[in-house]
């Protein structure tokens, strides 16, 4: 004899399989009662569990009072389901599998998807600027993953999984016929996964990249936008971005300051070697450390050329050459120390005649 009694016969056991209505029994109306009652426990005992987390743990941008409110709907609504299930009205078929499985299913795709959106929106608008290209690109990784999981737990929960052979082949087919028209999209969103763990630039930063020269405006997943120094606004895709040689002018906080001074032969060098050390001393925003250095770096056509090396801080970098050019002119001009124009020396192969006329 199999002692063995599933769920669905003790239902339907004595005073529990009485009819009330219809095919309704007594023991479908208890199991649905108790489905949502369960359903409503559970749902509110998480959503307090929840709440209570959000207010000690630092993962605010997943555990907080939206998720808990989406989590306590998912699984109301999940309850009411499955208890008209066990009344009988959800349990036509459809396809192979019942109304309410596929109802199921629905519910958690597309509460998952409201959970990844909310997720990944508190995310960014929770971060500071300064991390906000690396926290957009973790966000937005963040959404895709929850989608996908959920659209596969989705298909599980819908019986579907059978048929999840064919479906990938299929996908498959459209995904290498898509592949071609795509597949710039696809090399910009992966080139944009790989400048994320690179992260050779950030929002603000002076850049010169691609052959364009301004501040990063903003970094997407596809492409990166930057502001020229003549206020334009110039899209260039991640895959370029990717491949492209990348001079960040404010990555590290000192920048050197290159500049050449030319004076005369007739002048002494290091008298205006000391004049120009002198100068820079005087700045404040020229550092200390590494000491600026000024040498002759070079006899030239018309002048001895002196190079200035002096370093500065970044954000300061442009400022500070603009000064030092206009401060060094104006001292070596106080010390009388000239800075030539270009002579030239005309020499002709035969002797030049030239004829002079006397005025009367």
């Known amino acids: 004899m199999n002692a063995t009694v599933n769920s669905t016969s003790f239902w339907e056991q ?47 941008w997943i555990i ?16 009411v389901v499955y208890s008209l299930d066990a009344l009988g009205v959800l349990s036509y078929e459809i396809a192979g599998t019942s109304i309410s499985n596929l109802l199921t299913a629905f519910l958690v795709f597309y509460f998952s998807y409201l959970l990844a959106k909310k997720s990944k929106d508190y995310m960014i608008m929770s971060s500071s600027r300064q991390k906000l290209p690396e926290v957009q690109v973790k966000a937005k990784l963040f959404y895709y ?24 082949a299929a996908a498959g087919i459209t995904g290498i016929v898509l592949g071609f028209s795509a597949q710039t999209v696809v090399s910009n969103f992966i080139s944009g996964i790989f400048m994320y763990f690179d992260k050779p630039l950030k929002i603000g930063d002076p850049v010169e990249v691609a052959g364009y020269s301004g501040i990063v405006h903003d970094i997407r997943i596809l492409s990166t936008r930057i502001r020229t120094w003549d206020g334009l606004l110039v899209r260039i895709p991640n895959e370029k971005l990717f491949n492209s040689e990348i001079k960040n002018l404010q990555k590290y906080p000192a920048r050197r300051v290159d500049i050449i001074v030319g004076i005369a032969y007739k002048e002494d060098a290091q008298r205006a070697i000391d004049v120009i050390k002198k100068t820079l001393d005087e700045m404040p925003y020229v550092l200390a450390e590494p000491e600026p250095t000024v040498f002759v770096d070079s006899l030239g056509d018309s002048s001895v050329n002196i190079a200035i090396r002096a370093w500065a801080p970044s954000e300061k970098w442009f400022d500070v050459r603009t000064q030092i050019v206009q401060r060094v002119k104006k001292a070596l001009n106080e010390a009388g120390i000239e800075i030539p124009f270009p002579q030239r020396v005309n020499w002709f192969a035969e002797e030049l005649r030239v004829k002079v006329e006397k005025e009367n």
């Open 14 to 60: 004595g005073l529990l399989g009485e009819n009330l209505f219809l095919t309704m029994t007594l023991g479908a109306l208890v199991k649905a009662l108790l489905i949502l009652v369960i359903g409503l426990l559970i749902a509110k005992l998480l959503r307090r569990y929840l709440l209570n987390l959000s207010r000690s743990t630092k993962y605010v």
């Open 64 to 79: 907080n009072e939206d998720t808990a409110s989406t989590l306590h709907n998912l699984i109301v609504v999940i309850a």
């Open 145 to 168: 993953l929850i989608v996908t999981l959920a659209f596969f737990i989705a298909l599980n929960i819908a019986g579907l999984t059978g048929r999840l052979t064919t479906l990938l």
